[in-house]
């Protein structure tokens, strides 16, 4: 093991046992799922679908598909499984491939409102090929069924998305139902967040409303970097022809050769999410973040928040983003529903429990964690963010510096050190 990639690898180690990771779209593996990513299935080639390849020497890669294809069916009750795309965007520009023509209105919750690039934001594939109109939320931050409901009406949709990157309420799949019905739209759930949640019971799912579902297989679901399209008995009576048009899609559509390593650490994910301790898991992740969520003042009702910092001043994500990384504790700067600042430069964090649970937090130490970030944030007051555009790169360079030698920063950051260590990380010895 000579090589500086190992070396490095180490390194990062390093950072994962000893912070505090809350970044909501992450999670720490098993070892068994590691074990199926490394292994030698990485030297397969095997362009196509189960018995119908291009290459030979597939019958254990066709076993290996067709049980994550089932595995997944029995566990999200759905009709058909894709299990090849490479993430969770290819898995949405093959989903919108397979039921729209270039040209074809998507619609898509709004990035700023908390929605995904590939539902119709700007410079993604979905605004790019597709004409995307998007629904926001309101005042509240919740989804505004009334203004859905109208742009649904006048732009006559062919695809509806109804999935959240930085939405921390449940959502209700039959109010969109209702509404992609009166245009007659596919609705397709994009559960990337919460496919662990939904598995866990603890998220209602989308299967009974739904025609497609899409979802990563690295976040709540606690598998490999990968991700899943699915079809509900309802996409099949919608088009009967629809796993071809799915798997068209895939491949020559977007991808080649499936990555088989992945499928199977999907599979392997795939049975853990099945057994019953993975629902008491999700359903601590949950319990984890609202507990978080009111420390913070807040609500949470599933597994992130999303905080306003505007208490603290003028723009100030960046400046939270770096304080608490200095103080080790890993989130991500977001923007928050009427965000007054920009996507660049916005004025929330985004942070979530999925990859603390795994390693055995609860509530109480969800209150303890809640008191460093509090006390982390007191750290960037009068670090406002300059109105002027152009003065802006400099001064957020210069605070991430002044937060690394932050002396109160540097306390917190050797007590996490201690505290962290003793969770163990899954698939860390
Ligand atoms: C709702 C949702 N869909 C899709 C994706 C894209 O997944 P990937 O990063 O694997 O392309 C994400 C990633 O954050 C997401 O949150």
Request: hydrophobic share 40%; charged share 25%; proline share 5%.
């Amino acid at each position: 093991m000579s090589s500086k990639v190992f070396k490095l690898i180490d390194k990062e180690k390093v950072r994962q046992v000893t912070g505090l990771e809350m970044i909501p779209s992450e999670n720490y593996v098993s070892e068994d799922v590691l074990k199926a990513l490394g292994s030698i299935l990485t030297n397969k080639y095997s362009e196509g679908f189960p018995h119908a390849r291009y290459y030979g020497g597939n019958e254990v890669i066709d076993e290996i598909e067709i049980y994550a294809q089932d595995l997944a069916n029995k566990l999200f009750g759905t009709k058909f499984a894709c299990v090849q795309p490479y993430s969770g965007s290819p898995a949405n520009f093959a989903a919108t491939m397979a039921v729209c023509n270039p040209g074809d209105v998507v619609m898509g919750l709004a990035l700023s409102s908390g929605g995904h690039l590939t539902h119709g934001a700007n410079l993604s594939f979905s605004s790019i090929f597709y004409k995307a109109v998007n629904y926001t939320v309101g005042k509240d931050w919740q989804i505004n069924f009334a203004e859905l409901e109208a742009l649904a009406k006048k732009h006559k949709p062919k695809m509806i998305w109804v999935g959240t990157t930085a939405y921390p309420f449940k959502l209700d799949y039959s109010k969109f139902r209702k509404i992609a019905d009166l245009v007659g739209a596919w609705l397709v759930a994009d559960i990337s967040h919460i496919s662990g949640l939904i598995v866990g019971g603890v998220h209602p799912s989308p299967v009974k409303y739904v025609d497609l579902i899409t979802t990563t297989t690295h976040k709540t679901l606690r598998g490999p970097r990968g991700a899943m399209i699915l079809v509900t008995e309802r996409g099949y009576k919608k088009d009967p022809e629809i796993k071809g048009k799915i798997e068209k899609a895939i491949i020559p559509g977007l991808q080649g050769g499936p990555h088989n390593h992945q499928t199977a650490a999907i599979a392997v994910a795939l049975e853990e999410a099945s057994k019953p301790v993975f629902k008491k898991y999700a359903e601590q992740v949950a319990k984890n973040a609202a507990v978080l969520a009111k420390e913070l003042g807040t609500v949470s009702e599933n597994h992130l928040i999303l905080l306003s910092l505007n208490d603290y001043g003028f723009g100030m994500g960046y400046q939270a983003q770096a304080a608490l990384e200095a103080a080790g504790i890993t989130v991500n700067k977001n923007t928050i529903p009427g965000e007054p600042v920009s996507p660049f430069y916005p004025s929330g964090i985004r942070l979530g429990t999925p990859a603390l649970t795994s390693r055995g937090m609860k509530e109480k130490e969800m209150i303890k964690i809640a008191g460093w970030i509090k006390e982390a944030l007191e750290e960037i007051r009068g670090y406002d963010l300059p109105k002027e555009q152009e003065a802006r790169k400099e001064f957020i360079k210069k605070v991430k510096a002044k937060m690394k030698e932050n002396p109160k920063l540097k306390k917190i950051r050797k007590e996490i050190s201690k505290f962290a260590s003793k969770y163990p990380v899954p698939g860390i010895k």
